[in-house]
């Protein structure tokens, strides 16, 4: 009897360790307008990142890893899909995820994963600052698979106003800090019921307007104003990721724990000392200095830790989670433009099997390992060539010097580009064709379930300018109207 226990036993505890290490807890990380070269471990001259550092030197730190697209919406969209944005029908800021679309969260709460979404979202079809997420939002999170949620609906900063699953709150302080705090409650309180957990972090740093606490911008004095705030807020966000990383510690949870950190666009223009570490281009292009941001994946124990020059990319997140606790193929939807990055966890891959491709507002690019083309218009069908290992700025176009391989690449982009086109119209869907049809993007203080709030909310420093112009354009409106009459 006591053989057959201790055999029981063995089982049990076998089983149980299977089960961790298939399914283990997963925490996606993002700033909101991050460029490549704002970090420590990249030399910045400027900003010290010691969390960021110890995560990169802790984990798998990717010297190519790039945004889902050159702003903030389409990126979040290609996290949750694993599909290039504008199939999804998200072609740029404040667009709508459509609800045709399978997303991560959904697969993972079918699985038993309680999940979680803090901070910005930006998904559902809504323009302007972050405003706290109406319960009646038929886009919040929730429908999108996250059990838990306290999120704005864009880009939010100190002292901000929130949604917990619809009830609006206010917070006091930094904004990272905010957000870390709250998805720590949310894995202190879930860690313990046995059950995975996916979180997903999208902070709103460094995103304009800059805002940093007092405390935190001393520190870039010497900077304008502007610089000076920016920097602050990143050197906040930096605290919270230690603040998280700890909090993992503390509950015995970071070997179990799959913690990614990436931004969801290349780094903005006018701030100095620049954001893109010398590449070309930044937010809103497809050019590296657009698309290209830092990216690292923390696992201990799993995950060896090293640099690699694999080209890799948000569209990779779903494929690799599907590959790590082993869902079924039929959660994500097809065409999937990512990969699973789990056979790099252990060791380098000679190169990527399948291109990455970029795709906003009439522009293109395509990313064959080092072999980067890039449609400046696609209309125009005008190109440029760029071998990414001899040539990191983009300087010298290969377009003409080198024909044979310019017209394998432009193929290559044309029928990708076509593809993409295809699932935009539909194509994807069992119906064949988007249902419903894709919202306009709004300004979220121009619907009618808003209207009650601003009254009050105009007096606040982050929705003032938005709120008033709104009113000042609906007066001339109503004279304009007035006048004709």
């Known amino acids: 009897m006591k053989r057959f226990l201790l055999l029981a036993s063995l089982i049990a505890l076998i089983t149980q360790s299977v089960s961790a290490t298939s399914k283990p807890n997963i925490i996606f990380v993002m700033a909101d307008d991050m460029g490549w070269g704002q970090t420590g471990y990249?030399?910045?001259?400027?900003?010290?990142?010691?969390?960021?550092?110890?995560?990169?030197?802790?984990?798998?730190?990717?010297?190519?890893?790039?945004?889902?697209?050159?702003?903030?919406?389409?990126?979040?969209?290609?996290?949750?899909?694993?599909?290039?944005?504008?199939?999804?029908?998200v072609l740029s800021h404040g667009y709508?995820?459509?609800?045709?679309?399978?997303?991560?969260?959904?697969?993972?709460?079918?699985?038993?994963?309680?999940?979680?979404?803090?901070g910005k979202w930006h998904l559902n079809g809504h323009k302007g600052p972050g405003a706290p997420i109406l319960s009646e939002d038929t886009r919040n999170p929730g429908t999108f698979g996250f059990d838990e949620w306290v999120s704005v609906s864009n880009f939010y900063d100190v002292n901000p106003l929130m949604s917990r699953q619809g009830k609006i709150e206010e917070f006091k302080g930094d904004s990272s800090d905010i957000v870390v705090a709250e998805a720590s409650k949310f894995l202190e309180k879930n860690c313990r019921d046995g059950k995975p957990l996916f979180a997903i972090i999208w902070y709103g740093t460094p995103h304009s307007p800059f805002k940093a606490l007092e405390e935190d911008k001393a520190a870039f004095a010497s900077l304008n104003d502007s610089s000076a705030n920016h920097y602050g807020e990143?050197?906040?966000?930096?605290?919270?990721?230690?603040?998280?990383?700890?909090?993992?510690r503390d509950l015995k949870i970071e070997k179990?724990?799959?913690l990614v950190f990436c931004s969801d666009n290349?780094?903005?223009?006018?701030?100095?000392?620049?954001?893109?570490?010398?590449?070309?281009?930044?937010?809103?292009?497809?050019?590296?200095?657009?698309?290209?941001?830092?990216?690292?994946?923390?696992?201990?124990?799993t995950i060896k830790p090293r640099i690699t020059q694999f080209p890799a990319c948000v569209v990779d997140f779903f494929p690799t989670v599907a590959d790590v606790?082993?869902?079924?193929?039929?959660?994500?939807?097809?065409?999937?433009?990512?990969?699973?990055?789990?056979?790099?966890?252990?060791?380098?891959?000679?190169?990527?099997?399948?291109?990455?491709?970029?795709?906003?507002?009439?522009?293109?690019?395509?990313?064959?390992?080092?072999?980067?083309?890039?449609?400046?218009?696609?209309?125009?069908?005008?190109?440029?060539?760029?071998?990414?290992?001899?040539?990191?700025?983009?300087?010298?176009?290969?377009?003409?010097?080198q024909p044979e391989l310019f017209a394998k690449m432009k193929e290559k982009l044309t029928a990708w580009n076509a593809s993409v086109?295809?699932?935009?119209?539909?194509?994807?869907?069992?119906?064949?064709?988007?249902?419903?049809p894709d919202p306009e993007p709004v300004f979220w203080f121009e619907t009618p379930a808003y209207q009650p709030y601003l009254a009050t909310w105009k007096e606040r420093w982050e929705y003032r300018s938005y709120i008033d112009r709104q009113e000042k354009a609906g007066k001339n409106k109503k004279k304009k109207k007035g006048a004709d009459e």
């Not at 709508?96 to 803090?118: C, M, S, V």
């Open 42 to 89: 990249r030399n910045h001259p400027v900003l010290k990142t010691p969390n960021l550092d110890a995560m990169a030197a802790n984990g798998l730190r990717f010297e190519r890893f790039y945004a889902g697209g050159p702003v903030c919406s389409p990126t979040r969209a290609s996290v949750l899909t694993g599909r290039t944005h504008d199939r999804t029908g």
């Open 96 to 118: 709508a995820l459509r609800h045709q679309e399978k997303t991560l969260p959904q697969a993972l709460h079918d699985t038993g994963y309680t999940t979680g979404h803090f």
């Open 234 to 248: 990143l050197a906040a966000m930096d605290r919270s990721i230690g603040a998280l990383r700890k909090k993992l």
């Open 256 to 258: 179990d724990t799959m």
């Open 266 to 301: 290349g780094g903005l223009p006018g701030i100095i000392p620049e954001t893109v570490g010398g590449l070309r281009g930044n937010k809103g292009a497809v050019y590296e200095g657009g698309i290209r941001v830092p990216g690292i994946i923390e696992w201990p124990g």
């Open 325 to 401: 606790v082993g869902l079924a193929k039929s959660t994500m939807l097809k065409p999937i433009d990512g990969i699973s990055l789990k056979p790099l966890f252990n060791k380098e891959l000679a190169s990527r099997p399948q291109p990455l491709g970029f795709h906003y507002q009439g522009k293109a690019a395509l990313i064959d390992n080092n072999i980067k083309i890039i449609a400046t218009s696609i209309q125009k069908e005008t190109y440029e060539l760029y071998d990414l290992e001899k040539d990191t700025k983009e300087a010298k176009d290969l377009s003409s010097t």
């Open 421 to 436: 086109d295809a699932s935009f119209a539909g194509k994807d869907y069992p119906e064949g064709k988007v249902s419903p």
